[in-house]
């Protein structure tokens, strides 16, 4: 069913949670697992003195990241090519999508909402929008729970009746 399987991932982050399940997808169908990580390193969007350091860092970040993911799950025994391209990171997928002739999409989401989504946009949703495969859309969160406690303070609607304690812990 499905043979080859794209999973995009970004330059520089560390964890993708769709990682599992593409290698899991890859193993119970023995497909090949296509990792691909866009660099938008166009003249247009990078200006300034420092754009040539810049852009060599992103794609030395890309290439790492790439070979990282690839390594690990070469050695969950699983079928895996790397590649990194240039250009916007949703026309980049569109583009492996029909050049690699993959039958499904592996990819994180975002748990942004509200003004952080409609400012910062959605990769994920435009693949999912223009995709001529099924899309799996796996969700991670830009921040911890505690990343988030840490960030917004505490407000009266927040706080249990000032014992300080929180909902788990109750």
């Known amino acids: 069913m499905y043979d080859d399987i794209l999973l995009p991932v970004a330059p520089g982050s560390e964890a993708n949670d769709a990682v599992p399940h593409a290698a899991s997808l890859a193993e119970r169908y023995d497909a090949t697992v296509h990792v691909v990580s866009a660099v938008d390193t166009l003249a247009e969007t990078l200006r300034g003195p420092q754009a040539g350091a810049f852009a060599e860092r992103i794609e030395t970040a890309a290439q ?91 407000t009266s609607e927040d706080s249990d009746e000032g014992d300080g304690s929180t909902e788990d812990e109750a």
């Not at 029909?98 to 693949?127: A, C, W």
């Open 64 to 154: 790492n990241r790439v070979e990282t993911v690839t390594a690990e799950l070469e050695a969950a025994g699983v079928d895996v090519v790397g590649y990194v391209r240039q250009g916007e990171p949703a026309d980049v997928i569109e583009d492996a999508i029909t050049d690699l002739g993959v039958d499904i999409v592996v990819m994180p989401s975002h748990t942004r909402s509200g003004l952080r989504r409609v400012l910062l946009g959605s990769v994920t949703e435009k693949v999912v929008r223009l995709s001529p495969v099924p899309v799996v859309t796996v969700p991670i969160a830009d921040e911890t729970p505690e990343e988030a406690a840490e960030a917004e303070p505490e």
